[in-house]
């Protein structure tokens, strides 16, 4: 599932009031983070992830290792907050068409 820009901005619009729901740690992204993260997703859908370091590459592979364990979509990336959607069957946020 790709998202629209139309979608991205009501999704942005959506994460705008959110707090990160995961926070990394000094261990980094370890397999216990990764199942919060989808244990996060399935319940909200919707959420943000802070990513902490001053590395600004380190922090993009950390955030693009989330995106694909997680096959959840990339809304936006704002500093150190990775914001990810993730629709489940319950379809608890519904997307505008296009």
């Given at each position: 599932?790709?998202?629209?820009?139309?979608?991205?901005?009501?999704?942005?619009?959506?994460?705008?009031?959110l707090k990160?729901?995961?926070?990394?740690?000094?261990?980094?992204?370890?397999e216990g983070?990764?199942?919060?993260?989808?244990?996060?997703?399935?319940?909200?859908?919707?959420?943000?992830?802070?990513?902490?370091?001053?590395?600004?590459?380190?922090?993009?592979?950390?955030?693009?290792?989330?995106?694909?364990?997680?096959?959840?979509?990339?809304?936006?990336?704002?500093?150190?907050?990775?914001?990810?959607?993730?629709?489940?069957?319950?379809?608890?946020?519904?997307?505008?068409?296009?």
């Open positions: 599932m790709s998202l629209t820009n139309k979608q991205k901005q009501f999704l942005k619009s959506k994460a705008h009031d990160p729901v995961i926070l990394l740690g000094g261990n980094g992204l370890t983070v990764v199942a919060e993260i989808e244990n996060a997703l399935n319940h909200h859908e919707l959420i943000k992830i802070k990513v902490p370091g001053e590395d600004r590459e380190q922090k993009m592979l950390i955030m693009d290792a989330i995106i694909r364990e997680t096959k959840a979509e990339k809304v936006q990336i704002i500093g150190k907050i990775l914001v990810l959607f993730r629709q489940t069957e319950d379809k608890k946020i519904a997307l505008p068409r296009g």
